[in-house]
């Protein structure tokens, strides 16, 4: 079964920039689509972005449009997610998610991912 690590949490001041990154333990992302999402302390887990693996298609929550970017590199088996402009309301524990194969179809909904990994914590200060 795939298993994902996520990296790349951590501080940062209003303002700043982090970059998570998702890798995948098997290389099995033909017509898969990859996610992340956050959840913040007492709130229930929200999409924040999505990308189909070979197709490339993005898919944005209004919350981050502008600001964050999800993009794949095929031969690391990686998705990232670059968070700009980071704001105090973008706290949370963010996880990938990963659900395949989806022929096409990229999910929003965290019920329609079946894989994720153990999240990693982004902390915004104002």
């Known amino acids: 079964q795939v298993q994902l690590v996520e990296s790349g949490g951590g501080f940062v001041q209003a303002g700043g920039s982090l970059r998570l990154s998702c890798t995948a333990s098997?290389?099995?992302?033909?017509?898969?689509?990859m996610a992340w999402f956050r959840q913040a302390p007492g709130q229930e887990r929200e999409f924040v972005a999505a990308?189909?693996?070979?197709?490339?298609?993005?898919k944005y929550a209004d919350s981050v449009k502008g600001r964050f970017t999800i993009s794949r590199d095929y031969a690391k088996g990686t998705v990232y997610l670059q968070m700009n402009s980071l704001n105090p309301e973008d706290t949370a524990v963010y996880y990938c998610?990963?659900?395949?194969?989806?022929?096409?179809?990229?999910?929003?909904?965290?019920?329609?991912?079946?894989?994720w990994g153990q999240g990693t914590q982004v902390s915004v200060s104002s």
């Open positions: 998610a990963a659900e395949g194969p989806t022929w096409g179809f990229v999910p929003t909904i965290a019920t329609q991912y079946h894989r």
């Open positions: 098997e290389r099995t992302f033909s017509s898969y689509a």
């Open positions: 990308i189909g693996w070979s197709s490339g298609e993005t």
